[in-house]
């Protein structure tokens, strides 16, 4: 008896899986070294938002957490400045970089980090990816 299993489907998803897992890799590795020491592992609430900051910043998402460990008081102080939000965390932060990533990306574009375009590019294929079994919004 035939399958009704979609393997073409099963491989995509297992591919976007290893993608997210190798990107919150890389955010406790920046960590590890940003803090000079071993850290915990991540909260389920960071995985989520690791995820949910690769459904949003799609191929961009490694570039904006390299500039952001790199570039952090610089970060900061551009966000406080663009939103009037007077605090920011000490160091990186996924959450702080999730909500503000727009202004990481405006940034990186000032600072010539990426073009422009390139931006653009990331944001449109992102919205244009249908994952139906994520809840990415």
């Given at each position: ?130 994952w139906p079994h994520y809840n990415h919004n």
């Amino acid at each position: 008896m035939k399958s009704d299993i979609d393997m073409g489907y099963v491989r995509t998803v297992m591919q976007k899986m290893k993608q997210e897992l190798k990107l919150a890799t890389h955010w406790q590795n920046r960590m590890s070294e940003h803090l000079g020491q071993g850290v915990p592992s991540l909260t389920g609430q960071q995985v989520g938002q690791i995820k949910s900051l690769y459904f949003k910043a799609g191929m961009i998402s490694r570039k904006m957490i390299d500039f952001t460990f790199d570039n952090w008081n610089s970060y900061t102080a551009y966000v406080m400045e663009a939103t009037g939000i007077p605090t920011c965390p000490n160091v990186p932060h996924i959450g702080y970089l999730l909500t503000h990533r727009e202004e990481a990306m405006a940034l990186m574009v000032e600072m010539k980090i990426v073009p422009m375009d390139e931006v653009e590019l990331a944001l449109e294929v992102a919205q244009n990816i249908d994952w139906p079994h994520y809840n990415h919004n």
